[in-house]
DNA sequence: ATGTCTTTGTGAACGCGTGCACAAAGATGG
DNA sequence: CCATCTTTGTGCACGCGTTCACAAAGACAT
């Protein structure tokens, strides 16, 4: 993904570097599954393999936490569960609060994901005013007006923006104002943050985008080498044919139904 | 975000680096705004601040794709615009499947950016039968049964999966075989592909779980400095408080309703 | 035509992340 | 207790990505 990065200098999280922060989940889903199947201990190599990584990267990550493994034997599943989960902060609970209660919105608040790992959806937030009280995934929408109460009322530090983009920013504001210092950004935009809230993104249609780079590459190889699309048309083209949605620019994650 | 950078070695897709590939997207939004606000040029240093991004960054990047600015003036807006859609291969139209149609499928399918800029959704899949032909977002739903033929009819190269866990592997598996050599993958698993095949992942958990660690950082660095969570326990904590949904390992990405 | 001023395009330095390859550590068997 | 074998932990080198800083290029005014 794709970071907001918009404070700190990267690097000295305390010694863990960000890449290795960023893997540690992915090692723990896959120590999770391990736990299950009540396996005791794991090589660096089986580890890796099943969390589609490096073992040498790996093991290198671990060191950045201690040494918990045993040469010769490997790492304690159960242990090591609970050293990344407690390094991860997953060992306490974290009140979660979701604005923008479109399609991907509610998607999000029936994710089985956030509260099975310390995340608990304290409050539901959208700007319709016939929504209120609705309850999706078994929890009452509130209005907007409430989200500095219900931000400080349930001591809230992590927001998730699930609403159009031309609502993001301001709704950014807000969050961050009544006390949010984490942002999970769903909405095509790039928020502006004060230093010391983090912001990362997550965006649908830039990840399809990447995607048919690649793929157009692809077809461009095996076909004719020499590529026949280089002609250079001027400009003009690419005219936004009037879909039935807006320019997409605008348009939300999802839109709010 | 993250990648599944299952093959080729990063660089050298005909110059352009990998990370300039993933910012493309981001400059192309910024550039579509400010064409339809009618701005003719843009510099290096504005854009750049609309993208969220540096401008000696901004400008390497437009390097890789050639010389199209004007010194002293800035960027053609309009050109510009064209010239990085030809680029990320916008300017064709790409059909693409989504497979799995719960929540997030459907929230997925109703997702405007996706119609507005050269991808057409050609056809929603999902593996339950009581779903096969009801409308979401306005295209049947079709059965699992039928992937192949869709593909192939429809010469689809790009599969978003959004089903569960435990069918993410097989799904994969399913669409590789029948043509498809770009994945988006919304399920918490690693996903193994043949080599030619990109996944890209989009991991809503993984991302809640960057941002607590260093939201747990925020927190203990400005109260006890000394880090009184440092208490060694020794294991057994942690232990998956059975909650509604059964272990988040295996938990889709969102559930089929 | 010439000079000034703006902004691009890029050479070079630096830092982070990755992967190799190996020494150190410990388990295990005799 | 010693030898052997496995697997960790890490020093080192390499390459990608970022940023600085500046020369080259062009617009624009005179």
Redesign the pocket.
Known sequence: MATGRTHR????SRGI????VARLPLYLRALTALSERSVPT????E?AAAAG?????L??D??YLG?????????DVEYLVYQISRELGLTQDWPVVIVGIGNLGAALANYGGFASRGFRVAALIDADPGMAGKPVAGIPVQHTDELESIIRDNGVSIGVIATPAGAAQQVCDRLVAAGVTSILNFAPTVLSVPDGVDVRKVDLSIELQILAFHEQRKAGEEATTGVAAETAVPAAAREESGTDQGPDGDVPAVMPA
Do not use: H, M
């Not at 570097?17 to 290795?20: K, V």
């Not at 794991?42 to 190599?45: A, F, G, L, N």
């Not at 040494?67 to 790492?75: F, L």
């Open positions: 200098p990267a690097t000295r570097p960000e890449a290795t794991v090589s660096s190599e580890l990584v490096n073992s040498a990267k093991r290198k671990f060191s040494s918990y493994g045993t040469r010769g034997v490997g790492y």
